[in-house]
Each structure stands twice: as structure tokens, then as C-alpha cells.
């Protein structure tokens, strides 16, 4: 099972970057798949994720309306776009996955619950 994150970067306020996660050796869709974060001096966060394979999805309150969390079946990827983007946005991103689906948001969106995870990827909100 791996996981490869990719499409961080450096991007002004305001503007809108896409992260991407291939998935290798399991089959997406039949995971709960989620997208966390983590800036310098902060615990790990749950940014967005998707519950189970009909795409359920729960997004934390501060990328509400900003950030998507997608699923692309036939590449086995997973995406999140997002547009608006503040400074307090800038942190390594995370994408992971777990067998288990998770019922209920503070499940899903907690990051203790899941078992597979890809390398991050920087994002960086500055002018």
C-alpha cells in the first residue's frame, strides 16, 4: 500500500493550488480517504476527507467552502483543490487512507484513525 502526494507549493494569497495522491497496491474507492495538515508548532489537522466509497465528505470548518476533496476512480487518485488560500493555510499537507469506513465527522476528519499515509507535501501561502 503506498501513497504519493504531489502539487504543493508556493502561491500568493487569494490563489488556488490542486494536491494530488496516487494510490498504489489498493484500491482506492474501497477506503476511507481523507487530506490532513500541519503547521510548524501545531498538532496534525483534518482538513477534508471522504467517509466512504459512495463520497460522502466532511471538511473542518476553516476550508469550508474553499477546499474539495475528490476522488478520481479510474487513476486511483485522490485530489483536493484549493482556491482562496490564506496564509494560515501554509503547512505540510498530508493524503491517507484506511479500510475502515469512518460513520461520523470528528472520525473521520481525526487523523489517529487511519493507517496508511503518503509522504507531504509543502504548501506555502505568502506574497
Known amino acids: 500500500v503506498q501513497l504519493q502526494a504531489s502539487g504543493g507549493g508556493l502561491v500568493q494569497p487569494g490563489g488556488s493550488l490542486r494536491l494530488s495522491c496516487a494510490a498504489s497496491?489498493?484500491?482506492?474507492?474501497?477506503?476511507?480517504i481523507g487530506w490532513f495538515r500541519q503547521a510548524p508548532g501545531k498538532e496534525r489537522e483534518g482538513v477534508a476527507c471522504m467517509s466512504n466509497k459512495y463520497g460522502d465528505t466532511y471538511y473542518a470548518d476553516s476550508v469550508k467552502g474553499r477546499f474539495t476533496i475528490s476522488r478520481d476512480n479510474a487513476k486511483n487518485t485522490l485530489y483536493l483543490q484549493m482556491n482562496s488560500l490564506e496564509h494560515e493555510d501554509t503547512a505540510v499537507y498530508y493524503c491517507?487512507?484506511?479500510?475502515?469506513?469512518?460513520?461520523?465527522?470528528?472520525?473521520?476528519?481525526?487523523?489517529?484513525?487511519?493507517?496508511?499515509w503518503g509522504q507531504g507535501t509543502q504548501v506555502t501561502v505568502s506574497s
Open positions: 491517507a487512507a484506511d479500510p475502515t469506513r469512518k460513520l461520523f465527522r470528528s472520525v473521520c476528519l481525526d487523523s489517529n484513525t487511519y493507517n496508511y
Open positions: 497496491g489498493f484500491t482506492l474507492v474501497d477506503y476511507a
